[in-house]
């Protein structure tokens, strides 16, 4: 029978006790009279109680500040369940964990959101390391953008230890915080030839960190990466796991990665340390997203096969198929040689990159040995050059490939190498998903549905759009006055539209922004005018992006002080990332006093994307974009994309654009830019302009540059210093103006220099 779970119903749950496997409700495992328990106190008393096959039941409503500690044994036959009262209705907020230790224990049913872990992690499959976990689940919990303000103060959400545990249909969207959303624990010996189970989840939105440590998932780490963690990762949805590079990191031996989806990730499933893996039968689904990838292969023994990639975009490291070289001799914690893998079968189409012996250089100089690249299908009638081969590959073994007629498969001295077979291949479509005509034995070969958002997770909790778009919610027409933008922004919702009839806007007060909100002049309208007393005129807090489209913007009533900005993010550390878009817009006399900015960020915060488009800046005092907050050379930056087109920049006494990315980390994509079609003119010579530049790229891993004139202005400065960074100039025309660069490393076509 199928019971409502409530207290009266418990007792009359009659259901034969199911053995403990796939597909089986908690509703049918209840047997006993269950107890109830209303806090941590209370659940400790129960513990202290309870007996293998017990049920405690831990009652809806809101848990705050609770830290639950079980440690308590089932048998293998006797579960001990810990469950909610009702799915949906037990929420842990403030500052919650959960702290599992023993043995065959279920826990089921527990919401974390509204606040963050005070420990390490959220979940922890121990109590101390003589306390570990063993055969224990961890189902259909939820763990909801719970994170701390700090955005570089480290945790985890999840943190398995021990040995058989399964971390199944659980629902984790949200980590925005450096750390690691679920690692496996190899720390003591009791953690090894663990076996776990990682099957079922949704791993939802994980946004660009700007750091290392945005990992989705890793297991082990480098310190113990040749011991075997046997971890399988099955049946999992992960949906913009963007934090990093790394979407997986695999840091220990024999894990099975097989049957997941990656759905517009920016990054890879790396096998980065430990030998024997297997990855076979995932989808990666790109979309043509930005920074999409696949599969990234390092060190000896892995198995690539059957794996569905399309739609990815990614380049170099993120690229859908990575073989990378490897360090001689190298130390646990760099790159080990490829050798004796195997990658064939996988179905690769409209992918723009497959890189072999990736990362070549003084350093990384062992090629791939003894490795098989067989019987792949390579599709791709847009673009030729889908292979980049960055040194010596004969030691990969190619065979029977097909590819589509147009790709070329040039060696890194330019000869095409032997092992592909070029030839019309033909796409067809099957539930959405493409087919080679003629390669059936190509891509996933498995009879488990494809993951996707439907079939992993909780199917109980309401699933929200994290990425509210500009221009998406309703039109609020705003009329002239003093801090009438202030009253609209009061009553808009994120995505809302101010829509401002022309005439003059004054404020007052600073306003703060926590929504995604756009300001625009009423269309087909002279500019409306914008004037702002207090800086600045608006701050960008957790939440909070802004479009400005058709607006003149003054500094002319502005506070007499230094240091003015019209926009800025919050002073303190963000843990939501911004946009900010500026389209259309005159933005003029920002020069009351000395260094008054455009835009002002603070330190640990970060945007998503500044996008200024058709639109004039005249007369500042300090800096249009300053985007240098993150000063230690430790790969942290505060701003992954920047786009300026069609913009012109005149007396400017600071920067128009300075980005700074220090230090050699090869984690991240940004900063990344691309400028065209403007003019900059008398631009960063004030005497308190420190950057002495009037762009300034330091560190940038992407830089489009193209139809830019730039006279009588400050230097142009690039100064590259991460791996490869793509640099591409073209069409720029310097006039009393020089450019500087530590680097010829870069691509230049057509740039003049004229005094
Ligand atoms: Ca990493």
């Not at 009702?86 to 230790?101: A, H």
């Not at 065959?104 to 992690?121: K, W």
């Not at 990730?265 to 024997?276: A, F, I, K, V, W």
């Not at 130390?331 to 189409?349: A, E, G, M, T």
Request: glycine share 8%; proline share 3%.
């Amino acid at each position: 029978m199928f019971c409502l779970l409530t207290l009266s119903s418990i007792a009359c749950s009659t259901s034969p006790r199911m053995s403990a496997g796939e597909g089986e409700s908690k509703l049918q495992q209840i047997q006993k009279p269950a107890n109830l328990v209303a806090s941590a106190e209370e659940l400790s008393a129960a513990l202290d109680r309870v007996s293998p096959g017990d049920t405690i039941l831990l009652a809806n409503g809101t848990w705050v500040d609770t830290e639950l500690k079980i440690n308590a044994n089932g048998t293998a036959s006797d579960t001990i369940y810990i469950i909610a009262e009702e799915n949906g209705q037990v929420f842990f907020e403030g500052q919650s964990n959960i702290n599992i230790g023993g043995s065959y224990l279920h826990v089921e049913g527990l919401v974390f959101r509204n606040g963050y872990t005070a420990t390490s992690s959220v979940i922890t499959f121990q109590n101390d390391k003589s306390t570990p976990c063993n055969h224990c689940r961890v189902t259909e919990c939820v763990i909801d953008n719970y994170n701390p303000s700090e955005r570089f103060d480290a945790d985890y959400w999840v943190e398995i230890y021990g040995k058989h545990n399964r971390f199944d249909h659980n629902y984790l969207v949200g980590k925005r915080n450096r750390g690691v959303t679920l690692a496996v624990r190899l720390k003591n010996v009791g953690d090894r030839e663990n076996f776990h189970r990682i099957d079922h989840n949704y791993f939802g939105y994980n946004p660009v960190l700007g750091s290392n440590g945005g990992e989705t998932l890793r297991i082990g780490t480098s310190h113990y990466s040749l011991s075997n963690s046997n971890t399988i990762v099955e049946d999992n949805y992960f949906e913009r796991c963007n934090g990093e590079l790394e979407i997986i990191s695999s840091k220990s031996c024999q894990n099975t990665f097989e049957n997941n989806t990656f759905y517009e990730c920016q990054g890879t499933l790396t096998m980065r340390h430990g030998n024997e893996t297997l990855v076979q039968n995932n989808y990666f689904i790109g979309n043509k997203k930005s920074n999409t990838g696949g599969i990234r292969i390092i060190n000896e023994t892995q198995t690539v096969r059957h794996n569905y990639l399309e739609g990815l975009t990614g380049y170099r490291f993120r690229g859908a198929l990575v073989v990378m070289n490897g360090v001689p001799n190298s130390p646990l914690n760099r790159y080990f040689q490829v050798k004796d893998s195997d990658i064939s079968h996988n179905l690769v189409v409209d992918c723009d990159y497959v890189q072999l012996c990736a990362g070549s250089d003084e350093e990384r100089s062992s090629t791939p040995i003894n490795t098989t690249f067989m019987n792949n299908v390579i599709s791709n009638d847009r673009k030729d050059e889908v292979f980049t081969i960055y040194d010596d590959v004969s030691g990969i073994s190619f065979s029977n490939n097909a590819l589509s007629q147009n790709i070329k498969t040039p060696d890194y001295q330019g000869k095409p190498i032997g092992g592909f077979q070029q030839q019309d291949i033909k796409v067809t479509r099957k539930s959405g998903l493409a087919q080679a005509v003629g390669h059936p034995d190509v891509g996933p070969q498995s009879n488990k549905p494809m993951p996707t958002a439907d079939n992993t997770g909780v199917s109980w909790y309401p699933r929200k759009n994290y990425q509210i778009e500009f221009n998406k919610g309703k039109v609020i027409t705003v009329l002239p006055g003093e801090n009438t933008i202030q009253k609209a922004i009061d009553m808009a919702a994120s995505g809302d539209i101010l829509s401002l009839e022309p005439g003059v806007y004054h404020q007052t007060r600073s306003l703060s922004l926590q929504k995604t909100l756009t300001i625009r002049g009423a269309t087909g309208s002279s500019f409306p005018v914008i004037t702002f007393e207090r800086s600045p005129f608006i701050a960008l807090e957790n939440g909070g992006s802004l479009s400005m489209d058709g607006l003149h913007i003054s500094g002319k009533k502005s506070d007499d002080d230094s240091g003015n900005s019209v926009i800025s993010t919050s002073r303190y550390a963000m843990i939501d990332n911004y946009k900010l878009m500026v389209k259309n817009c005159k933005v003029t006399d920002l020069d009351v006093n000395h260094s008054f900015n455009f835009l002002k960020v603070y330190k640990n915060t970060f945007a998503d994307s500044i996008h200024l488009e058709n639109t004039e800046f005249n007369n500042v005092s300090g800096h249009i974009l300053n985007l240098d907050k993150e000063i230690e050379a430790t790969g942290i930056y505060n701003v992954e994309n920047v786009v300026v087109k069609n913009c012109q920049f005149k007396d400017i006494g600071g920067s128009a654009i300075h980005l700074y990315r220090g230090g050699r980390d090869e984690s991240t994509f940004g900063p990344m830019i691309w400028l065209s079609d403007s003019k900059f003119e008398n631009v960063g010579k004030g005497k308190r302009n420190k950057n002495q530049s009037a762009i300034d790229l330091s560190g940038v891993q992407h830089a489009e540059l193209s139809n830019l004139q730039i006279r009588d202005s400050e230097k142009m400065n690039l100064h590259l210093i991460v791996g490869d960074p793509v640099i591409k100039l073209k069409d720029i025309e310097f006039k009393n103006a020089v450019l500087i660069s530590n680097s010829e490393a870069y691509q230049k076509t057509n740039i003049t220099f004229e005094n």
